[in-house]
């Protein structure tokens, strides 16, 4: 069989940037990326892709209408297909057997009917959304063909966040005896027996795979009566709740015990960094958690807030004319500027920055006000704020959090930041990216994960979870 066309169902976070690489690597084959949501392909088709992730922009606008197309168009594309990935979403059910854990699997039997029903001649089909063992039977019994059940998917998405869990687990337990968790994750990372990845001590692992992953991998374990695999695998997912209420309380306790009315600039809200993706991040947990005690956050993501570089030219534009320096712009810009025209560029400009803004603040609002995370919605709408400049985010705030690993984070003028502050000034790095020591020295009172620098809150912070430290002096 020679592959000359492929098909994938589902332009997701999978679907999309899988099949924009294929296609780029790939210039023979002819690449059709189709998804019944009509949203969603507009925006691969526009300027603005609804994913990011490094380099994707630049290979899908290389490949985009030469052999790769984006459309709603299903059942042509599974018609001419030699290969059809079914990518679509598998989301923790909702509703009846097996709610809050088992995985929804009603998108992929729906893509498995469509298949059969529209489908001639011979067709591989290739499974890549994440499904629990025996779901690719009934896919099998729908499609009359063969394809390979995919638990060991789930099991090494399990295995992943095991480690994040593990290592995460000795990180509460370095932080009551005085130990780094990086030294032990050092010394336990160069037994090649165990390898150095996944063990970065964090705020916990977040992602749409993980937690869904392993709550239907408990599911499964007590559908088939093996109570005790299901908490063996459960406690992963503990732990990993654990360590944000963790965080977030350590938060509150270094804060004089309490975070009502006080305002703390959340640095990151995505599950990692380089993606706009906030499911299941673990922000959205530690800042449900800070709001439940009264506290005030303005929220910084350099991905989401607006989807473009902070301050890019366009804002600075729109920052000079507002001020009305119009000798800056025309110094900043380079050429003699027509300021009429200037000002509807500006006006123009500002819109797109709002609608941009606002929709991807909208993302972040939503996270937070959802039944799941919330029975006030309105009272968190009002405790949140989103800011384009992490800058203007800490000016008067309390306390700097920091929630994703986002390299610019590492390069910010912190010294600046402090003297815009309210004091004494605290940072909580849970993600052990910035300079502690440089940290300390300019002056922030700095926490991480896994470390302690001052040993005064030992006592407070130990009692509830961990007794058996009650008597550390
Ligand atoms: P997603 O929610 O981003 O995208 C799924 C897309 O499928 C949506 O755009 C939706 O409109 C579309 N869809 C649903 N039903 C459809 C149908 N019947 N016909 C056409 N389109 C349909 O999901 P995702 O993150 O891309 O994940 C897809 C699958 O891959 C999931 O099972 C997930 O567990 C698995 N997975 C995800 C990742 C990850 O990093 N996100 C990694 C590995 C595996």
Request: aromatic share 8%; with cysteine.
């Amino acid at each position: 069989m020679v592959l000359k066309n492929v098909c994938c169902i589902g332009a997701g976070y999978v679907g999309g940037p899988t099949c924009s690489v294929i296609a780029w690597k790939c210039p023979d084959i002819c690449v059709h990326v189709v998804d019944k949501s009509e949203m969603r392909i507009k925006q691969w088709n526009s300027d603005k892709l609804p994913i990011y992730e490094p380099g994707l922009e630049e290979v899908v606008k290389e490949c985009r209408g030469r052999n790769l197309f984006f459309s709603n168009d299903i059942e042509t594309a599974v018609k001419e297909a030699d290969l059809i990935f079914i990518s679509v979403n598998t989301p923790t059910k909702t509703y009846g057997i097996g709610k809050g854990r088992a995985a929804d699997l009603k998108h992929i039997e729906m893509c498995a009917r469509k298949i059969a029903e529209v489908a001639e001649g011979h067709k591989i089909v290739v499974e890549k959304s994440t499904v629990p063992v025996r779901a690719a039977e009934s896919i099998t019994h729908i499609l009359s063909a063969n394809t390979k059940p995919g638990v060991s998917f789930q099991a090494s998405n399990a295995f992943l966040a095991q480690r994040v869990s593990s290592i995460n687990a000795i990180s509460a337990l370095c932080e009551a005896t005085g130990a780094d968790v990086s030294q032990v994750a050092g010394a336990v990372g160069r037994d090649s027996r165990i390898g150095s990845k996944f063990l970065q001590a964090s705020v916990g692992f977040g992602g749409s795979c993980f937690q869904k992953d392993l709550l239907n991998l408990v599911y499964i374990a007590e559908c088939v009566n093996l109570p005790e695999v299901a908490m063996y695998w459960q406690q992963v997912t503990d732990m990993n709740e654990y360590q944000r209420t963790r965080f977030a309380k350590r938060i509150v306790e270094c804060l004089f015990n309490t975070v009502t009315d006080k305002t703390l600039a959340v640095f990151g809200f995505a599950f990692k960094k380089n993606t706009g993706d906030t499911r299941e991040s673990p922000a959205i947990y530690v800042c449900s958690h800070l709001l439940e005690e009264g506290a005030q956050l303005n929220i910084y993501d350099p991905k989401l807030v607006n989807g473009r570089p902070v301050r890019g030219p366009l804002q600075v534009l729109i920052d000079l004319w507002d001020k009305e320096s119009y000798d800056e712009v025309r110094t900043t810009f380079g050429y003699v500027l027509d300021l009429d025209k200037l000002q509807s560029t500006c006006e123009l400009a500002r819109e797109e920055l709002h609608k941009t803004q606002e929709v991807e603040s909208k993302q972040i609002q939503c996270d937070l006000t959802s039944v799941a995370v919330t029975s006030e919605p309105e009272r968190v709408q009002q405790l949140i704020n989103i800011y384009s400049d992490p800058y203007d985010a800490v000016t008067d705030a309390h306390a700097i959090v920091v929630l994703t690993e986002w390299d610019e984070f590492k390069k910010y003028d912190y010294k600046k930041m402090l003297s815009v502050m309210k004091k004494p000034a605290f940072i909580f790095d849970g993600r052990k990216i910035l300079d502690h020591e440089a940290l300390i020295n300019i002056g922030f009172h700095t926490e991480t994960i896994g470390k302690r620098f001052s040993r005064n809150t030992l006592l407070r912070a130990s009692g509830e979870h961990f007794p058996a430290f009650s008597w550390t002096p």
